[in-house]
């Protein structure tokens, strides 16, 4: 395996996987250990140093931690991570991780002040939600005064666009995050910076077309090795959608060293390569004096 390091790579997606962080999640050995092929050795979970090895060996210099919402709290599948646990971790390392908010939309306001405590306190970077986990879709007004409160504090929200998987085969989720719902939010909140993550695949068309017409909205490329990315999703990256692509693994589900390994195997030009692996998610999220895009 050859490796590039010339880029000091930024993943924009990661889920905090301490053995403390997994006592919270009710038992998932079957969907990542299955479904996933999530490794022994990390199912288990890993220490924040033993991330931070794992992201120096593929030349990751900064990781976003989602303290993520996994459903409403009072049903028996879900889990919230406590915000606290990835402040604590950004804290700690503090020029290795930023902090995103997860969004629970059955919160309502309570939700939303929560999310400005977040942003206000804890230092957080932006948002991030499942829209299958709650079966709402990314346009239902439920989500809408978290838009709102996205905007005031001026953060991006990720979503997770495309089909769902069976993460509890006891509940089934419907795949209600295709692209084409975030064509209304884009119009309602032009300011609010939507970033559609897990590349939309099966939808990653219409997800193109979703960041092709609106400026707002852009792609984050996690969750699905780079070597199956469709053929017109590599071409969007090369070319007209250069500034509109951001780099991520949703680590466990995707390693690292891989990960990045087969984004180098892609062959993209070198513009298009160090705008997908950093520059983009500097300015979208507005880091390192970047402009807000």
């Keep these: 395996m050859t490796h590039t390091h010339d880029i000091a790579a930024i993943d924009a997606v990661v889920n905090i996987w301490t053995p403390e962080a997994l006592?919270?999640?009710?038992?998932?050995?079957?969907?990542?250990?299955?479904?996933?092929?999530?490794k022994d050795d990390t199912l288990r979970g890993i220490t924040h140093e033993e991330m931070l090895r794992r992201m120096d060996a593929a030349g990751i210099e900064k990781s976003f931690l989602i303290a993520?919402?996994?459903?409403?709290?009072l049903h028996k599948s879900s889990y919230h991570v406590p915000y606290e646990m990835v402040a604590e971790?950004?804290?700690?390392?503090?020029?290795?991780?930023y902090g995103l908010a997860g969004l629970d939309p059955t919160e309502g306001m309570a939700g939303v002040r929560q999310l400005e405590k977040g942003v206000r306190e804890y230092g957080f970077i932006g948002a991030h939600f499942y829209p299958h986990w709650f079966e709402l879709a990314p346009d239902h007004a439920k989500w809408y005064p978290f838009y709102a409160k996205c905007v005031e504090l001026d953060v991006p929200v990720q979503l997770q666009v495309g089909q769902s998987m069976l993460y509890d085969p006891n509940h089934r989720l419907r795949s209600v995050g295709r692209?084409?719902?975030?064509?209304?939010?884009?119009?309602?909140?032009?300011?609010?910076?939507?970033?559609?993550?897990?590349?939309?695949?099966?939808?990653?068309?219409?997800?193109?077309?979703?960041?092709?017409?609106?400026?707002?909205?852009?792609?984050?490329?996690?969750?699905?090795?780079?070597?199956?990315?469709?053929?017109?999703?590599?071409h969007y990256i090369n070319t007209f959608g250069q500034d509109k692509v951001i780099f991520g693994t949703d680590f466990p589900v995707l390693g690292f060293e891989r990960t990045r390994q087969e984004i180098e195997d892609l062959g993209l030009r070198p513009e298009a390569r160090r705008k997908i692996l950093r520059d983009n998610v500097l300015r979208i999220y507005g880091l390192d004096g970047g402009e807000g895009a």
Aim: proline share 10%; glycine share 6%; charged share 25%.
């Design 23 to 38: 006592k919270i999640r009710p038992n998932r050995d079957a969907f990542f250990g299955g479904k996933m092929k999530v």
């Design 179 to 234: 692209p084409i719902t975030l064509d209304a939010v884009a119009c309602d909140f032009p300011e609010l910076k939507l970033i559609g993550i897990h590349v939309g695949i099966p939808w990653t068309e219409e997800m193109i077309a979703m960041a092709w017409k609106h400026p707002n909205v852009y792609i984050g490329t996690d969750a699905h090795s780079p070597k199956y990315w469709p053929e017109s999703f590599k």
């Design 68 to 73: 993520a919402k996994v459903g409403p709290i």
């Design 89 to 97: 971790a950004v804290n700690k390392y503090p020029d290795r991780f």
